[in-house]
């Protein structure tokens, strides 16, 4: 690890998103065994999402926005422990297991996944102000159709791939749009995830759980 980073497991200055930005949605896949990996990844002891308060704001800005036009943020993913990303990497590292692969990685080789920037080393939800979303619509409660399912590892979810329909694309424009408005920046390679420009703790990795009890501390 770069000798400027740190590790720590000091929860100050996160917030369970819930209790901050109500009416959001979480389905909290590393929590759950539907994931990639296909097992409930080391850090996440609730279905909860965490982020710190400044990443919070801006996601409640976006929210606001959202709920005016008959939408609700749904959540995948916010802050991810140290120790997380470290279960990605040594899943990567095991060859054999390939079980997910129809569903999340089909036209690629795990090792790809690394190389071709789906799956980091080092990630920016372990510094508390990365999410991972998409939008819910309140007239039909369903997802809104943005052309690819959330983790798969595909050029088609790039955020500006056309191998998608003009109606999948302006959905993602009109998520990606939004979340910039409000400070967020996109990544070149997944619609679904977007992180505080102006993050708070660029050089500060977090190992602590996902837990809404460990806040309470």
């Not at 990365?130 to 955020?159: C, I, K, N, W, Y």
């Not at 009109?174 to 679904?192: H, I, K, T, Y």
Request: hydrophobic share 40%; with cysteine; glycine share 6%.
């Amino acid at each position: 690890m770069d000798y400027r980073q740190k590790v720590t497991m000091d929860p100050s200055g996160f917030v369970v998103l819930a209790d901050f930005v109500p009416g959001i949605v979480q389905e909290i896949r590393y929590y759950s065994t539907y994931n990639f990996v296909g097992d409930r990844v080391d850090g996440y002891e609730d279905p909860v999402a965490l982020l710190r308060i400044e990443a919070a704001r801006a996601l409640k800005a976006v929210a606001g926005e959202m709920n005016a036009q008959g939408f609700r943020l749904k959540i995948f993913d916010a802050y991810r422990p140290a120790q997380a990303v470290r279960h990605f990497v040594l899943w990567g590292i095991e060859d054999l297991d390939l079980r997910m692969k129809p569903y999340f990685y089909p036209d690629l080789e795990k090792q790809e996944l690394f190389k071709q920037g789906y799956i980091a080393s080092q990630s920016s939800h372990s510094r508390g102000s990365a999410v991972d979303l998409t939008l819910l619509d309140m007239r039909t409660g369903r997802e809104v159709d943005m052309g690819s399912p959330f983790d798969l590892f595909s050029e088609r979810s790039h955020p500006d791939s056309r191998d998608v329909t003009d109606e999948q694309y302006e959905n993602r424009m009109f998520l990606q749009s939004a979340m910039v408005r409000n400070g967020f920046a996109p990544l070149d390679c997944e619609w679904w995830h977007f992180a505080l420009r102006d993050e708070p703790c660029p050089d500060t990795y977090f190992e602590f759980p996902v837990s809404a009890n460990y806040l309470k501390r």
